[in-house]
């Protein structure tokens, strides 16, 4: 696929997640907006009550730092405001939330300040002897709020950039056949899903902190679920330039002689604590069978099996790990009590991106390309997989590795 292709590919791409940006920007300034007025309202009712109880003394030690507040009579006339000199104010019979407020009890609006660097809100609420009070808050635009997020944007695009440069070179060199095209639209989609979701949270998070909307007991596990998105795109682009790599053919990395059953021991040794975390057992048994193959391919198969056999257990459930010597062959067997895998599903779980229960999928978390870089690491090593799962029951899934 020349530059031609490629070009429009990945132009297509980060113009998908540069707009869902800025859409999913707008939809939340929009919803916050909205909350912004409703606690405005709630704060009227409530300076309402105080002011037909207590008349102009609710204002004595009045502390209000978010909004202001205006008390007005029935002619329009200002009888106190917070901020100003009533005295000096003129007539609000004309504003809009004074007349429905005055015809029908309650009324707001809004509108932007001549420089559209702020968005002004205004509710009213009549008292029982005629007059109203009104409040009054400020919101800083959404261009204010671009502009002061611009350089977290432009990382966000430098990211979908190279993410969509990737991308388009994996197309352009494995998909080429009409029956090869859907499955391109069909990655297409899913590595924009995969990629626009943490993208999303990243910016909404940020965004919030950013304009102080949350409160400060809760900006720690705000940052962590940055921390943990970001981490999560770091895992989908290390698997996706992984299988790029496998799809190339993997030419530039070295065959030599590995014992598979000491990368085993690596393997089910790092998975301990996450396995112990989640209450299962794991183990080990078999002997040292060493064959000629690349050590960082085979110790991705051995992981790949072994993390999915504990994301996909259930607690108190066991994952058996062996490797076995067998003459010619070196066969490694991934055995789990866990959940086990429908029938109509085992002809498609290799496929990239492809889950059977994607709800439970993403509570586990993972990419949905693990066992896509088991079959290619696989393949590249002539090995031969077999899988026997059965639902409730558990998945065994065994790779027959020849010795030469």
Sequence with gaps: ?????????????????????????FMIYEHFSEIHQNQLKVQTELASNGISKSGIEFFNNLNMENCRITWIASDGKVIFDTDAE???MENHLDRIEIEQA?????????????????????????????????????????????????????????????FSFIISILLSKKFVTPFNESMRREFTANVSHELKTPLHSISGYAELLKNDMVQQDDIAQFSERIYTEAQRMIVLVDDI????????????????????????????????PKAKAAGINMSLT?????????????????????????KYNRKDGNVDVSIKDEGNYVILSVKDTGIGIPKEHHNRIFERFYRVDKSHSKEVGGTGLGLSIVKHAARLHKA?????????????????FPKN
């Design 1 to 25: 696929m020349n530059r031609k292709i490629i070009t429009p590919i990945c132009i297509t791409v980060f113009t998908v997640l540069f707009f869902s940006l800025i859409l999913m920007l």
């Design 86 to 88: 009533a005295s000096l």
């Design 102 to 162: 005055l015809t029908e009890g309650y009324g707001e609006s809004s509108h932007y300040s001549n420089t559209l660097t702020k968005r002004l809100f205004y509710t009213a609420q009549r008292l029982p002897d005629g007059t109203v009070v009104r409040l009054s808050s400020t919101q800083y635009t959404i261009w204010i709020i671009l502009l002061a997020i611009l350089r977290p944007i432009l990382i966000v695009v430098i990211i979908a950039v190279i």
């Design 241 to 272: 330039i992984n299988l790029s790599h496998l799809d190339e053919g993997a030419e530039d990395l070295q065959h030599e002689e590995t014992d598979l059953f000491s990368l085993a021991d690596e393997t089910v040794l790092s998975l301990q």
């Design 286 to 310: 078999g002997e040292s069978a060493v064959i000629n193959g690349i050590p960082q391919l085979l110790k991705g198969i051995i992981f790949n099996l072994c993390d999915n056999a504990v």
């Design 384 to 400: 031969e997989i077999k899988l026997d799962s059965v639902v409730d029951c558990g998945t065994s899934i065994i790779v027959k």
